[in-house]
């Protein structure tokens, strides 16, 4: 599940690497190892589904079995090997490790609200497997039918439902071998998400902008100050109006209902004004998003801000379709310097100040052709929405919502380093 960024493109080499050398060793044959994003030049790939009919005409003959991992998933190959000889292949089959909701999810929206434990689908961190015959069904499926849903959100659970379809297709098989954490016997185990590329970036590297209006004065950013205000070097609160007291800068936009479109391009010019200090990278955050600077630039380190980077929490719209993706706005969009030039030089604009900002950038981006970078540490919504399971083995960087929680105490539960190393 490889990405165009350059330094995801060096990752998923090296992991290619490791398996065919374990095939050599092997002496069994070479399995065929691709890289997701070199497939084609449509960004929507990593969706899945616009991929595997492409996957099915090239290889559907010659596999028996389609296997899916993230970049930092370690595969053993004799054991992958052998857990796969217990399924027949010539019957459908769609394996991985189980991740289940706890509560009805938004993320989700709210599936088997009546019982959310009910539905499993697989985590991509230990990796996930499709039998050749259900690979078949489901291209014949994709090139006739409609999907539901123009927005992929949540990847893993949509596939889960779309290949379970309404109790029509397989649910998920467990595989005990699938792992995060390693054990005994683990055909996959994961490293990390939040990789150590070296020190983290300096403070200085990062100018924060935070998005508020008069009304959220007094409740949201008081709770950003209380958290991790005190973590950035740079940060500037941008409202309707100017108060003092904050403070806060008045852009000449008036406040949006929805969208903030007219906002956030504001902010992009102004980053690259003489007016705020110049920095590699900007941070573009709600007034409710909930965050870790820390981790954020130790993140930061991977990647070039020469190159144009937008990172943050993907989503995509259209994307059977020849729709785009973009980097949904609440867990906080991250960008380069180098791709805030290229937008703001671009042209592109919003066709109102009340468009879906996050949208809009995603939508110029790809005409660009700057990738949408992601990294599943950025959340969208807060940590109850999200398998438990799953964000408990990650360093999240961020989450967004202040609703029915007590926004300080998530902050210190799942943000807050205990022991912060040495500020640079």
């Known amino acids: ?10 990752r998923a080499g090296q992991r290619k690497e490791e398996i065919l050398q374990q095939a050599a ?15 084609s030049e449509y960004e929507g790939d990593w969706s899945i589904l616009p991929v595997l009919p492409h996957l099915y005409a090239n290889y559907g003959q010659s596999a028996s079995w389609f296997f899916f991992i993230e970049e930092e998933t370690r595969v053993t190959l004799p054991a992958l090997l052998q857990v796969l000889h217990r399924y027949q292949a010539q019957k459908e089959w769609f394996l991985g490790k189980h991740l289940h909701d706890n509560e009805a999810s938004i993320i989700h929206h709210y ?6 434990g009910s539905f499993s689908y697989p985590d991509p961190a230990a990796g996930w497997a499709l039998s050749t015959p259900l690979l078949q069904r489901l291209t014949e499926r994709i090139q006739y039918e409609h999907l539901k849903s123009d927005f992929t959100i949540d990847l893993e659970h949509e596939i889960a ?28 185990t994961f490293t990390t998400y939040l990789p150590n590329c070296g020190d983290p970036v300096s403070k200085k590297d990062v100018f924060v902008a935070v998005k508020t209006c008069q009304n959220f004065h007094s409740d949201r950013v008081p709770v950003v100050k ?8 740079f940060l500037e609160f941008y409202s309707d109006v100017t108060d003092a007291s904050i403070p806060t800068i008045s852009l000449g936009v008036p406040n949006t209902e929805r969208g903030h479109c007219g906002k956030t391009f504001a902010i992009l010019r102004r980053f690259l004004s003489k007016a705020v200090p110049k920095a590699d990278w900007l941070l573009i955050v709600d007034d409710d998003t909930l965050i870790s600077l820390p981790r954020l630039r130790r993140l ?5 801000p020469k190159e144009a980077v937008s990172l943050g929490e993907r989503y995509g719209y259209g994307l059977i379709q ?7 706005g609440g867990g906080g969009m991250v960008l380069s310097r180098a791709a805030v030039s290229r937008l703001i030089s671009s042209g592109c604009s919003c066709y109102s100040d009340d468009a879906p900002d996050d949208m809009v950038l995603g939508r110029c981006f790809t005409s660009l052709g700057v990738p949408i970078t992601h990294s599943p540490l950025f959340h969208q919504a807060r940590p109850d929405d999200y398998s438990e399971t799953l964000i408990s083995l990650q360093q999240a960087i961020s989450f967004h919502k202040h609703w029915n929680i007590d926004p ?7 943000l807050q380093d205990t022991h912060p190393r040495d500020e640079l």
């Not at 069994?28 to 997701?36: A, K, N, R």
Request: proline share 5%; hydrophobic share 35%.
């Open 322 to 328: 020849n729709g785009y993706s973009y980097t949904t």
């Open 161 to 188: 439902l779309y290949i379970w379809e309404e109790g029509a297709g397989p649910k998920l098989t467990a595989v005990p071998e699938f792992c995060t954490e390693r054990r005994e016997n683990c055909a996959t």
């Open 111 to 116: 599936a088997f609200s009546e019982d959310p």
């Open 300 to 304: 930061l380190r991977c990647y070039d």
């Open 408 to 414: 300080v105490a998530v902050y210190k539960h799942w």
């Open 25 to 39: 060793q092997l002496r069994q044959g070479v399995p065929v190892v691709l890289l997701l994003h070199e497939l």
């Open 1 to 10: 599940m490889s990405q165009r960024n350059s330094y995801h493109a060096r």
């Open 226 to 233: 209380a958290t991790w205000e005190k973590d950035a070097e």
